[in-house]
T-cell receptor, first 112, second 112 residues
Framework: ETGVTQTPRHLVMGMTNKKSLKCEQH?????MYWYKQSAKKPLELMFV???????ENNSVPSRFSPECPNSSHLFLHLHTLQPEDSALYLC???????????FGPGTRLTVL | SQQGEEDPQALSIQEGENATMNCSYK?????LQWYRQNSGRGLVHLIL?????REKHSGRLRVTLDTSKKSSSLLITASRAADTASYFC????????????FGAGTRLFVKA
């Protein structure tokens, strides 16, 4: 266990649904990340938050909406997704100024 | 654009043999990391090598970095079936910040 938890672990949703992914860490880290991992593609960085402020938005479609209420929690709100958004969504955290990232187990998302 | 690219894409070896994976990148970096991912799970940090280091060891892992060739290698000695996983290199952008770019990974299969 890395100390980063993600819920739910599996999610199936229709294209008109609204759902949220949750990530939580109590490692005292200040930076949190969302990644998308699709089959046969490299891990794609989506968003980065540092001290609750968004520092990276890697041209992610607006149907993905991140929220970082504090340094320990990170959400990814999903609405009107497309089947091609089906993937493993990984959350990670890292201490400030340190490159090593600690990953959660991921949420396997299927969009029907 | 993809920063790190691993070679080979897949590798199958017998238990007890050594496994070597290579990573090439395009721009200058501050450091390079290697991560491991078991199927459908989160990534686990293995080792970080800084741009002013040439070689680093951690248990059965040996990482080399050649900044003149913009390449790194990960050697796993005396491999075990439990080493079966995907291995990714990851680089920073070299200008600070939190953007880590992952390669597509090498899938290692160790046969018992």
């Amino acid at each position: 266990e890395t100390g980063v938890t993600q819920t739910p672990r599996h999610l199936v949703m229709g294209m008109t649904n609204k759902k949220s992914l949750k990530c939580e860490q109590h490692l005292g880290h200040n930076a949190m990340y969302w990644y998308k991992q699709s089959a046969k593609k490299p891990l794609e960085l989506m968003f980065v938050y540092n001290f609750k402020e968004q520092t990276e938005n890697n041209s992610v479609p607006s149907r993905f909406s991140p929220e970082c209420p504090n340094s320990s929690h990170l959400f990814l709100h999903l609405h009107t997704l497309q089947p091609e958004d089906s993937a493993l969504y990984l959350c990670a955290s890292s201490p400030y100024g340190v490159n090593e990232q600690f990953f959660g187990p991921g949420t396997r998302l299927t969009v029907l | 654009s993809q920063q790190g690219e691993e070679d080979p894409q897949a590798l199958s070896i017998q238990e007890g043999e050594n496994a070597t994976m290579n990573c090439s990148y395009k721009t200058s970096i501050n450091n390079l990391q290697w991560y491991r991912q078991n199927s459908g799970r989160g990534l686990v940090h293995l080792i970080l090598i800084r741009s002013n280091e040439r070689e680093k060891h951690s248990g059965r892992l040996r990482v080399t970095l050649d900044t003149s060739k913009k390449s790194s290698s990960l050697l796993i000695t005396a491999s075990r079936a439990a080493d079966t996983a995907s291995y990714f290199c990851a680089t920073d952008e070299g200008g600070g910040g939190f953007k880590t770019i992952f390669g597509a990974g090498t899938r290692l299969f160790v046969k018992a």
